[in-house]
């Protein structure tokens, strides 16, 4: 009979689901810290070839496993993530554990307690296994922004992973966790998952805690799941959702069991299809893929129709509007003083602000701020952020009358697949552009779910959005099982 560490690396070079993990962890015939222990050994084979880890939280991951370990030989109730290793964005907080955002003016900080997501996770028996690599206080679309280097794609390693949670992305794509956690402000979550092929969630507004999240733009934030199917990362939104009293913007609407939310069938549902994700730009094998999807929706039974969303086209400008402005204010906090990066020629208090952001903020981080405080800057103000804020009103009820006769709407996640290093890191436009599809539904405060949808000739994946309203993942959750399963 095979041991039991043996069983534990065959998880991990044949990776199952996150239930029947958890079912051999019940049963016993998988230890929890063999498992744990055989991702490190992945993670020291992997991560100088990817840079997916910033840090790894070891000692804190034996814990948790040998905790899981013994309820389970004493036959005590095991939570839903019992010992299943799940990385963390290095934007969300992990006490004592090194927090940096992607950033130098954070190198060496250790925050004194846990984010309010990273807690949920840590109760429901996740074994925590690091920090995970990302742009630059989550302001990217490929993860080249990192003050660490970028991440490299598992399924081409001279592509990106996507940004700008690339790195949970890719964690999961290369299976150096069973889930990871991201954080998604305009595509952040959405895009990486299609460019590595797994699974990715973008939470209504407020259905997940913010608190403890290291702020980008505080009205667009959201923490959400990264899986390799549809139905674990179902499992996990319904760990880290919930109402919390140290969040403000936290809802209280009650959690749905989104995992048995996800096992009924889409058939009856109504299917929107906007014509305005579909023209110039989008790539055509990205479009066969998305267009082969949505004919796998009306073989499950699905009606699709067209609906039409027409302010799509001021998305990208009023995102990059929005989000600047709450950052440039946001990162005003990062100042030399308090923790982080202090620069030595710190001579005088006006030299140590100027020298501290200067140095530690990377070029990305320097635009946005600069953008921000511009839009936000005495003449300018009703031009720019005001008028921003009217669209993303008129973006919200487009939505909303789409919805009242849809159920769920697709579309391409991003306009191509994943690009090479350095294609557009000398472009910012044409980087931003990469967001086209996904911050519409940022700005409107609705949820959604990226999907693997095919892959084109080249093997890159392709991933399909499926949105739906305000605190509806369950029914985008049954359409994407519904994708997901006529991938085989």
């Given at each position: 009979m095979p041991s039991e560490t043996k069983i534990a690396q065959s998880y991990v070079e044949k990776p199952k689901t996150l239930a029947d993990l958890r079912a051999g962890i019940s049963r016993g015939s998988v230890k929890a810290a063999d498992l744990a222990a055989s991702y490190y050994?992945?993670?020291?084979?992997?991560?100088?070839?990817?840079?997916?880890?910033?840090?790894?939280?070891?000692?804190?991951?034996?814990?948790?496993?040998?905790?899981?370990?013994?309820?389970a030989a004493k036959g005590d109730p095991l939570g839903p993530l019992a010992g299943i290793p799940v990385g963390i964005k290095?934007?969300?907080?992990?006490?004592?554990?090194?927090?940096?955002?992607?950033?130098?003016?954070?190198?060496?900080?250790?925050?004194?307690?846990?984010?309010?997501?990273?807690?949920?996770?840590?109760?429901?028996?996740?074994v925590l296994l690091g920090k995970i690599n990302c742009d630059e206080f989550a302001m990217g679309s490929s993860n080249e922004n990192s003050a660490y280097g970028p991440v490299r794609n598992p399924v081409d390693t001279e592509r990106v992973p996507g940004g700008s949670s690339g790195g949970s992305a890719a964690a999961v794509a290369a299976n150096m966790a069973v889930a990871t956690l991201g954080s998604d402000t305009g595509g952040s979550i959405r895009q990486p998952a299609s460019?590595?092929?797994?699974?990715?969630?973008?939470?209504?507004?407020?259905?997940?805690?913010?608190?403890?999240?290291?702020a980008f733009a505080s009205s667009l934030d959201r923490v959400g799941p990264f899986a390799a199917n549809v139905r674990d990362a179902a499992t996990m939104l319904g760990v880290i959702a919930g109402h919390d009293p140290k969040d403000a913007t936290s809802s209280p609407a009650p959690v749905p069991d989104y995992a048995t939310e996800s096992d009924k069938p889409a058939e009856g549902l109504r299917i929107g299809v906007p014509a305005e994700y579909f023209g110039e730009g989008l790539d055509p094998e990205v479009r066969a893929c998305i267009e082969g999807g949505i004919q796998a929706l009306e073989t499950a039974g699905c009606t699709v129709k067209p609906v039409s969303l027409p302010h799509t086209r001021y998305a990208i400008p009023t995102y990059y509007?929005?989000?600047?402005?709450?950052?440039?204010?946001?990162?005003?906090r990062f100042d030399g003083v308090r923790y982080g990066y202090r620069s030595p020629a710190s001579d005088t208090l006006s030299a140590m602000y100027s020298h501290?952001?200067?140095?530690?903020?990377?070029?990305?981080?320097?635009?946005?701020?600069?953008?921000?405080?511009?839009?936000?800057?005495?003449?300018?103000?009703?031009a720019y952020y005001l008028k921003a804020q009217q669209v993303r009103r008129l973006l919200a009820e487009e939505f909303l009358r789409a919805f009242a006769k849809v159920d769920a709407i697709v579309t391409p996640t991003a306009p191509t697949p994943a690009f090479k290093l350095g294609e557009k890191s000398g472009d910012p436009l044409a980087m931003y552009l990469a967001d086209i599809y996904t911050v519409t539904a940022s700005l409107a405060g609705i949820c959604g779910v990226t999907v693997p949808c095919g892959v084109t000739k080249a093997g890159l994946p392709v991933g399909m959005q499926v949105l739906a309203a305000h605190l509806n993942e369950s029914t985008a959750f049954r359409v994407a099982r519904a994708v997901e399963a006529a991938q085989g």
């Open positions: 050994d992945r993670i020291d084979q992997a991560n100088p070839r990817l840079n997916v880890y910033l840090s790894l939280t070891q000692e804190r991951a034996m814990e948790q496993a040998t905790r899981v370990d013994t309820a290095d934007v969300l907080v992990m006490q004592g554990a090194p927090t940096t955002a992607g950033s130098k003016i954070l190198k060496g900080y250790r925050p004194p307690y846990d984010a309010t997501a990273v807690r949920k996770l840590d109760a429901a028996g996740a460019f590595c092929g797994v699974v990715g969630v973008l939470p209504t507004y407020g259905r997940v805690s913010r608190y403890g999240l290291i509007l929005v989000a600047t402005a709450e950052a440039s204010a946001n990162l005003a501290s952001r200067d140095e530690g903020f990377g070029a990305e981080v320097k635009r946005r701020i600069l953008l921000g405080t511009y839009a936000l800057s005495a003449g300018y103000y009703d």
